[in-house]
């Protein structure tokens, strides 16, 4: 199926998945949007896509588009107005010795093994278990041109890497994986930080961090960061949500 989306960025073809098994809630099921990929998509419409609440996966752009639900909202930090609480400050702290190299390019024989070993130790019971190297490749290497890699260090010792695309006024955090030894650093929050920080540092306004769900548990993280902004009936607004943990 085909579906044109506002006509203000030109007609955009859709391509509709048949519904399936939703990947966060429980006994519903998803339809996903794909951008058509033999659109050109450039750094401006990336970027005015994600406005949208459009996600990059690999080679394509999506949105949920389900027609029982619209429990995916789509989240982003204004990172000008970002405070941290005390425990991301002591996040900053404990993890000083991380050394952070920002690559256009990485190694996936370095990079691998770690994205196995977080899938497999922290995302067993999800829809990308068992990785492999081709799903690694297909959802992770093949970086755009606006793709960034942030690589975490200890001693030399590659230990995880963050995922970022940065658009004309925003970065958009695709994804973070680490090696599950260093769970207790938090490396998760981290890497946000991390992004925060160099959103601020470009002196871009935005930060997106996917989807937020009430109901999905994994999805509650994200209120963590303040102030957090969601789409909702088209219109970006400041959310008085807080993280329930």
């Not at 925003?170 to 599950?180: K, Q």
Request: charged fraction near 20%; charge should be negative; hydrophobic fraction near 35%.
């Amino acid at each position: 199926m085909t579906r044109d989306i506002s006509p203000d960025i030109g007609k955009i073809r859709l391509l509709l998945t048949e519904p399936h098994d939703c990947s966060y809630l429980d006994n519903h099921l998803a339809t996903t949007a794909f951008v058509d990929p033999e659109i050109e998509i450039d750094a401006e419409l990336y970027g005015r896509m994600s406005a949208m609440g459009f996600r990059r996966s690999g080679l394509y752009l999506y949105s949920p588009l389900c027609s029982a639900c619209n429990a995916c909202v789509p989240a982003r930090i204004p990172v000008n107005q970002f405070r941290s609480s005390r425990s991301q400050k002591r996040c900053l702290k404990r993890n000083e010795d991380i050394a952070v190299k920002q690559v256009r390019n990485i190694s996936f024989d370095q990079h691998y093994p770690i994205y196995d070993r977080y899938i497999s130790g922290r995302h067993f019971e999800g829809d990308m278990f068992p990785p492999s190297q081709e799903q690694f490749e297909q959802f992770l290497g093949n970086a755009w041109d606006c793709s960034r890699f942030l690589e975490f260090s200890i001693d030399e010792q590659l230990i995880g890497c963050a995922v970022v695309d940065q658009l004309p006024n925003a970065l958009s955090a695709i994804y973070t994986y680490f090696d599950p030894h260093y769970a207790e650093r938090s490396l998760g929050t981290l890497a946000v930080l991390l992004q925060i920080q160099l959103a601020q540092q470009m002196g871009l306004e935005h930060l997106y961090l996917g989807y937020w769900i009430a109901d999905c548990q994994k999805m509650n993280y994200k209120t963590k960061y303040q102030p957090l902004e969601l789409l909702q009936e088209n219109t970006w607004r400041l959310s008085a949500l807080r993280a329930l943990i």
